[in-house]
C-alpha cells in the first residue's frame, strides 16, 4: 500500500519560510511508479474545510488552486527521490494550519474526495 509521509511543519514568525515535504513510497509494490501520480498539497485550519493549494503532476505542470497564497507558496518535486515539496513564504497567521499531501492517478483536480492516497498531515503554526 502507498504512503505518503509529510514533515517539515513548525512554529514560524509572520513573513517566515518553511519548506514542507512529502515523501513517498510504496507506489512500485502496486505496479505504478510515482511519476504517473499528480501530488497536491491541501490544508486544513481549525474549523474550516480542507483546501486545496496546488498539484503538480509527473512531467511538472503545475495547477495552482488558492488565490489567497498565489506568489507565496510553490510546489515542485523531484521524481527519483519520490518526494514533493511545498515551500511557503512571507507566511501569514491565517496560513496556521494542518497541511496535507495527496495522490491521484494521472490528473490534477481540487476535489478533496478523489484522492487515492493521503498523508497524514504536518502542522504550521504562524505566530508570533
Known amino acids: 500500500q502507498p504512503q505518503l509521509v509529510e514533515s517539515g511543519g513548525g512554529l514560524v514568525q509572520p513573513g517566515g519560510s518553511l519548506r514542507l515535504s512529502c515523501a513517498a513510497s510504496?507506489?512500485?509494490?502496486?505496479?505504478?511508479?510515482?511519476?504517473?501520480?499528480?501530488l497536491s498539497w491541501f490544508r486544513q485550519a481549525p474549523g474550516k474545510e480542507r483546501e486545496a493549494l496546488s498539484c503538480?503532476?509527473?512531467?511538472?505542470?503545475?495547477?495552482n488552486y488558492a488565490g489567497s497564497v498565489k506568489g507565496r507558496f510553490t510546489i515542485s518535486r523531484d521524481n527519483s527521490k519520490n518526494t514533493v515539496y511545498l515551500q511557503l513564504n512571507d507566511l501569514k497567521p491565517e496560513g496556521t494550519a494542518v497541511y496535507y499531501c495527496?495522490?491521484?492517478?494521472?490528473?490534477?483536480?481540487?476535489?478533496?474526495?478523489?484522492?487515492?492516497?493521503w498523508g497524514e498531515g504536518t502542522l504550521v503554526t504562524v505566530s508570533s
Open positions: 495527496a495522490a491521484r492517478f494521472r490528473r490534477c483536480s481540487h476535489n478533496v474526495n478523489d484522492k487515492n492516497y
Open positions: 503538480i503532476r509527473g512531467e511538472d505542470i503545475v495547477t
Open positions: 510504496g507506489f512500485t509494490a502496486i505496479g505504478f511508479t510515482f511519476d504517473v501520480y499528480t
